[in-house]
T-cell receptor
Framework: QKEVEQNSGPLSVPEGAIASLNCTYS??????FFWYRQYSGKSPELIMS????GDKEDGRFTAQLNKASQYVSLLIRDSQPSDSATYLCAVSSGGSNYKLTFGKGTLLTVNP | DAGVIQSPRHEVTEMGQEVTLRCKPI?????LFWYRQTMMRGLELLIYFNNNVPIDDSGMPEDRFSAKMPNASFSTLKIQPSEPRDSAVYFC???????????FGNGTRLTVT
């Protein structure tokens, strides 16, 4: 059973701080990694993707991947109250018939 | 562009009734996924299709669940008979095969009493 693990939180940070969200996965064959944001009562929204070891930055978001440690993280700089949501880590084994396995998500609360 | 369209948004039904959920993927996307989300289990993949062909239905919980994709622009998920433990939010998502992540629909919140 391929698993994706996340700390359920809640993770609480003050406005302007860096929020760090972590994810581990069990399938060493995984090739693609995604972070989704889900506001309460809404559908998941893709915010970051990463495919190779290292860091990938997009605005205030940085995704980090370490395949040797089977670890993915998401950093949110200058956190805003509007970042308050559940963040879902998703992992794909790749190939032509790929499917995503999701973690249960980490609830982030950014306090004004 | 229209996103993934699901209907109905909310469904309340009594145990034993048949429930049909509908999904229209994004035009041009050739992979379609049905997920179920609950607080306890998170997002679980039920079944997915590539080019209208079911590829993996190992996540379908029981024979009471069935899914079809008769053409590239329409899919259904049917539960017959429904049970209270089927209460959840059901999401449909679509993507290009090998594409960069999914686009999710707004979901159907199913309540079985």
């Amino acid at each position: 059973q391929k698993e994706v693990e996340q700390n359920s939180g809640p993770l609480s940070v003050p406005e302007g701080a860096i929020a760090s969200l972590n994810c581990t996965y069990s399938d060493r064959g995984s090739q693609s990694f995604f972070w989704y944001r889900q506001y309460s009562g809404k559908s998941p929204e893709l915010i970051m993707s990463i495919y190779s070891n290292g860091d990938k930055e997009d605005g205030r978001f940085t995704a980090q991947l370490n395949k040797a440690s089977q670890y993915v993280s998401l950093l949110i700089r200058d956190s805003q109250p509007s970042d308050s949501a559940t963040y879902l880590c998703a992992v794909s084994s790749g190939g032509s018939n790929y499917k995503l396995t999701f973690g249960k998500g980490t609830l982030l609360t950014v306090n004004p | 562009d229209a996103g993934v369209i699901q209907s109905p948004r909310h469904e309340v039904t009594e145990m034993g009734q048949e429930v049909t959920l509908r999904c229209k993927p994004i035009s041009g996307h050739n992979s379609l996924f049905w997920y179920r989300q609950t607080m306890m289990r998170g997002l679980e993949l039920l079944i997915y299709f590539n080019n209208n062909v079911p590829i993996d239905d190992s996540g379908m919980p029981e024979d009471r669940f069935s899914a079809k994709m008769p053409n590239a622009s329409f899919s259904t998920l049917k539960i017959q008979p429904s049970e209270p433990r089927d209460s959840a939010v059901y999401f449909c998502a679509s993507s290009l095969v090998g594409g960069q992540g999914y686009n999710f629909g707004n979901g159907t919140r199913l309540t079985v009493t």
